[in-house]
């Protein structure tokens, strides 16, 4: 078999296994995304009384690997290499910063929302721990659930931990910021898990990189 036919089949195996990017909601989705969630029980002044801007969902996805649950994960392409480096910078210092979700479409956290309206939850104490549908920072595709061995994914434990001291002393250096300190505005539960990138901190962090070479 010739070298450019194995390139060929390579590229054809390369291809057929490397990972779908999740479907993505358009305006007229993700508005039918938002008045599903107000009939299960979503205030409909939600956004504004949580100070929460209706989130736009990105064109184009970046695979970030697998998280904790072995799902393929995503961010949108800059958050997705700020990401990186961030990771690898961490790695460099010994802090394992492992993924539990990256990028979610507003179909996905109505299905969220849904199931646990299934379970008997009452849609306040759902909305203290998640997002409705529309609003949540995980659409954007530049929020990341982060998690590290040792600790229990998703709860508060995590902030004891030190990828947690790791982040707060150095993400800022690549964008991200805790979008849910206590007390926030928004309404929303302590999560020291949750961070988010930001393209003017991220511009900013670029800059400062380039002015050290």
Known sequence: MST????????????????????????AARRAAIEASV????????????RLPVVREPRELAFIGIDVHERAQWLAPRAA???????????????????????RSADYQLGIVRRKCERGLRIDEILRVSAAPGYSEHHSGRAVDFTTPGYAALEEEFEHSPAFAW?????????????????NRHGIAYEPWHWCWHASAGARASRARSSRR
Not at 12 to 27: F, G, I, L, M, W
Not at 39 to 50: E, F, I, K, M
Not at 83 to 103: H, M, N, P, Q, Y
Not at 167 to 178: C, N
């Open 4 to 27: 450019r036919r194995r390139s060929r089949n390579t590229d054809s195996k390369r291809a057929a296994t490397a990972p779908v990017p999740p479907p993505r909601c358009d305006t």
């Open 39 to 50: 009939r299960l029980g979503v205030p409909r002044d939600y956004g504004r009384a949580r």
């Open 81 to 103: 290499r700020a990401l990186t480096r961030l990771r690898e910078a961490a790695r460099e210092a010994g802090v394992a910063l492992d993924i539990v979700s990256a990028f």
């Open 167 to 183: 982040l707060k002393k150095h993400a800022r250096r690549f964008g991200f910021a805790m979008s849910y300190p206590r007390r």
